[in-house]
Nanobody, 127 residues
Framework: QLQLVESGGGLVQPGGSLRLSCAAS????????IGWFRQAPGKEREGVSC????????KYADFVKGRFTISRDKARNTVYLQMNGLKPEDTAVYYC????????????????????WGQGTQVTVSS
């Protein structure tokens, strides 16, 4: 059974940090491009970051550049999203997703097209 499970969310003060994890079962993450997305109440799901199948290409949304970092641990079959300098506007449910891609050297951060999704983890940034 293919499954992605996010964890690491929680309540953090502005300026704080969290590391989200996306653990996979039933699939090997380095066979896929992986994306992180978020959805705040009343808003559409938006792309945050992605990592290419090769692991050599990363893409970030402008609103997280310089603050968030995506990485992968092949041995643990897990992808991470390190989030620093968190702001109240980062409050959302964060999802990871996977998609098979023809070219291993790129990825995209539009939700449409991703095949496998996790259940999400809540991130709340508040004082």
């Amino acid at each position: 059974q293919l499954q992605l499970v996010e964890s690491g969310g929680g309540l953090v003060q502005p300026g704080g940090s969290l590391r989200l994890s996306c653990a996979a079962s039933g699939l090997t993450l380095d066979d896929y491009a992986i994306g992180w997305f978020r959805q705040a109440p009343g808003k559409e799901r938006e792309g945050v970051s992605c990592l290419s199948k090769s692991g050599g290409y990363r893409k970030y949304a402008d609103f997280v550049k310089g603050r968030f970092t995506i990485s992968r641990d092949k041995a643990r079959n897990t992808v991470y999203l390190q989030m620093n300098g968190l702001k109240p506007e980062d409050t959302a449910v964060y999802y990871c997703a996977a998609v098979t891609v023809q070219y291993g050297s790129t990825c995209f951060i539009t939700p449409l097209g991703y095949t496998y999704w996790g259940q999400g983890t809540q991130v709340t940034v508040s004082s």
